[in-house]
């Protein structure tokens, strides 16, 4: 089969892109690098011809109230590129808990390209993913004042991105789902404790201090970014991933 993946050389998009080259399909990647650009559209047209399947990666350069803007744009571009080239399936990736999260404007633009994807004529697959084990440096710099880190103690669910591609990559090779399948790790911690976990392991003299105001993830309601029954689960633990 062939594949146009947007977003394909990002930390997602390109393992997508070697799991399906390695499975004796022809992934093409695409991107800003690539001479493609989803939002004035330009390249789109020639990306998706011949494509079979159309994986969006893509993602908002910014959390804030730009990102439902992007979402719009690209999606629109690039479902109907896919329309004009009769590709028979349009894969994204969106967040585990997306729509219980109206607080938090980039959710809010995931939720969009959601509905977007659905309301297409295109069948599709969404694949929801929890939040990703490389990104937790990322979540400790958000809110970290002078030697403390502040973190709330929502649950949280990390995954390895290498997980998250290669589920991507399985439910872009199958029959569309016209639905949603979630995908998560294995283990449920609260943020605050995560954090403390990740310094343990790479210390640099931070320590983290519960405060359950700080940072995105204090507008989160309770288990919503956790997986629900019916989830896929990932194998790789935590702590195995920071070893």
């Known amino acids: 089969m062939k594949f146009a993946v947007f977003g394909g050389t990002g930390l997602i998009g390109s393992q997508v892109v070697k799991r399906l080259n390695g499975d004796g399909h022809e992934a093409v990647p695409h991107s800003m690098s690539t001479g493609v650009d989803v939002i004035t559209g330009q390249g789109v047209e020639e990306a998706?011809?011949?494509?079979?399947?159309v994986v969006n990666l893509t993602?908002?350069?910014?959390?804030?109230?730009a990102s439902p803007p992007f979402f719009r744009t690209s999606m629109d571009n690039i479902l109907g590129a896919a329309?004009?080239?009769?590709?028979?399936?349009?894969?994204i990736l969106s967040i585990v808990g997306v729509d219980k999260v109206p607080e938090l404007d980039y959710y809010r633009a995931k939720l969009l390209q959601e509905d977007i994807l659905k309301d297409g004529s295109i069948p599709y697959s969404i694949v929801r993913a929890t939040q990703f084990m490389e990104f937790m440096d990322a979540v400790l710099s958000w809110t970290t004042e002078g030697d403390a880190v502040r973190l709330p103690s929502t649950p949280i669910q990390p995954i390895a991105a290498r997980e998250v591609a290669d589920t991507v990559a399985d439910v872009a090779a199958g029959t569309p789902l016209n639905g949603t399948v979630e995908?998560?790790?294995?283990?449920?911690?609260?943020l605050d404790e995560l954090g403390r976990i990740t310094l343990e392991a790479r210390p640099d003299g931070r320590t983290v201090v519960t405060d359950d105001t700080a940072g995105m993830f204090a507008a989160v309601p309770g288990d919503a970014l956790v997986t629900k029954a019916g989830a896929l689960i990932a194998p790789t633990h935590y702590r195995d991933w920071l070893s």
Do not use: L, M, Y
């Open 183 to 190: 995908v998560g790790g294995p283990d449920v911690f609260p």
């Open 59 to 65: 993602n908002s350069p910014t959390f804030d109230d």
């Open 48 to 53: 998706v011809a011949d494509a079979e399947v």
């Open 83 to 91: 329309r004009k080239a009769g590709a028979g399936h349009a894969v």
